[in-house]
């Protein structure tokens, strides 16, 4: 419990209005700070709470000795000056997670999901399955909901399902799962890190504070996964392997078939093997799998990922603005045949694109978009693949509408993060969606 302390809340967004607010009547003086302009009404409901927001581009110079806790927005980078200068000042620097985690005040069951991929779709799946089997549960974490905003709605025996990312763990030190499933890894978000190492090292801490009565569910296919937790004590679940594995015909769990692939509205391997994941958390929480198969005849997948979003003029148009590296580039243009307009691009975050070579016979055209364009216009010359650049997804798609033909597939997989031109890759998804929505409606 964090009471009668001077805080400093470093960047807003939804879980910095959250943690303040479940912090603000415990005798706290809360400072809240953010880069930009916020929702008036957010505004006045801290004001009304005694809660300060100063908008500033030099949060650093707010922070002196005074204050007691540092609590960092997860997207806020750990090279931040105010970061720097807190932990030069000996200041805590914590998150929104690591806080709320505190403020479980009931026996409830920990689920957390984290890797470079598949995680949001790992987490929206369990969760259907607990809503089908009618088992209480909360979702949230980096798939939307803070979790500040649950703990008080948390009841005695419930499920908390937490997406977590390796943004959230890096500033973790008690918060602990009783299930952690890790996707995968590859390398990502480096800029943020600064190293795969360091990368793979914050994703450990999801096994954090494990004994051998916590689970650890791990891909056996992957191999940095299986290197980084080849010391971790916790009781290890693996699919990918002899036992849990997926063929062209069916899903099957301990060598029994338990699901026909026909019968799965996801496709791709990639949603295969989020799929064997949630089978395995079925299996230890005793849900019976007919719950898990019912789900999946009806689960058409998570929004900007791989989404379908019209067929215009025999012209299909998807929408992997959650695609952020390269790997997830890859499954995506694995889950096509041919004729892809790929629109590739975003943040220049020291990315590789080299991975993506051996895929790109399915693709037509690049079209390079942002910060990363000119990069990304060097690589296409390299592996000669023809290739167009724009500053924006707007000028890009104004292109590919001219250069479409009947059979074509329109990929926004940009293999980068958004924040060079929006707050968020949802921002982006929509973004394109409405595009395309243009399209539909002449």
């Known amino acids: 419990m964090i009471e009668d302390k001077k ?150 025996n419930d499920i908390l399902l937490l997406e977590v990312s390796d943004h959230q763990l890096i500033d973790t030190k008690d918060f602990k799962t009783d299930i952690s499933v890790l996707t995968n890894l ?20 999801i096994f954090n504070h494990h004994t051998n009565k916590d689970i650890a569910i791990i891909n056996a296919k992957n191999y940095d996964s299986l290197e980084l937790t080849k010391d971790i004590v916790s009781t290890k679940y693996y699919f990918n392997n002899e036992e849990n594995y997926y063929t062209k015909d069916g899903i099957y769990i301990d060598n029994k078939k338990v699901c026909n692939t026909s019968d799965i509205l996801l496709r791709g391997t990639h949603n295969y093997e989020n799929i064997l994941v949630t089978y395995l958390v079925a299996k230890l929480l005793k849900i019976d799998f007919k719950y898990v198969n019912e789900v999946l005849k009806e689960f058409k997948g998570v929004e900007h990922r791989i989404e379908f979003v019209a067929k215009i003029n025999d012209v299909s148009y998807y929408n992997d603005s959650k695609s952020t590296n390269p790997e997830a580039t890859i499954t995506a243009l694995k889950s096509f045949n041919g004729n892809i307009n790929l629109i590739l691009g975003g943040m220049d975050r020291n990315q590789d694109f080299h991975d993506l070579t051996p895929y790109l016979s399915k693709v037509k055209c690049i079209y390079a978009i942002g910060e990363v364009r000119k990069r990304i216009m060097s690589y296409a010359k390299e592996v000669n693949k023809s290739c167009l650049e724009f500053p924006t997804l707007k000028e890009a798609f104004n292109k590919i509408k001219e250069d479409t033909k009947k059979g074509d597939i329109v990929l926004l997989s940009p293999a980068s993060a958004s924040w060079d031109q929006y707050l968020k890759f949802e921002d982006r998804g929509d973004e394109f969606k409405k595009l395309v929505k243009e399209i539909e409606s002449v």
């Open 7 to 156: 805080i400093l809340v470093l960047g807003m967004a939804r879980s910095g209005y959250e943690v303040a607010k479940l912090l603000s009547n415990k005798n706290n003086e809360i400072i809240i700070t953010d880069m930009k302009d916020q929702d008036e009404e957010h505004i006045k409901e801290l004001e009304k709470q005694n809660i300060k927001f100063i908008k500033t581009t030099e949060p650093e110079l707010l922070l002196d000795e005074t204050f007691d806790i540092l609590i960092k927005n997860p997207a806020v980078f750990p090279i931040h000056p105010c970061v720097l200068k807190a932990k030069k000042l000996n200041i805590p620097v914590v998150n929104e997670m690591e806080v709320a985690y505190h403020y479980i005040d009931k026996p409830v069951k920990i689920i957390g999901i984290t890797g470079s991929n598949g995680k949001t779709t790992t987490t929206t799946l369990i969760h259907e399955v607990l809503k089908k089997a009618n088992i209480s549960a909360k979702l949230g974490g980096n798939i939307g909901t803070p979790l500040s905003q649950i703990v008080k709605d948390l009841k005695e």
């Open 186 to 205: 590859c390398p990502t978000h480096l800029d943020y890190h600064g190293s795969y190492e360091k990368y793979k090292a914050v994703k450990k801490k």
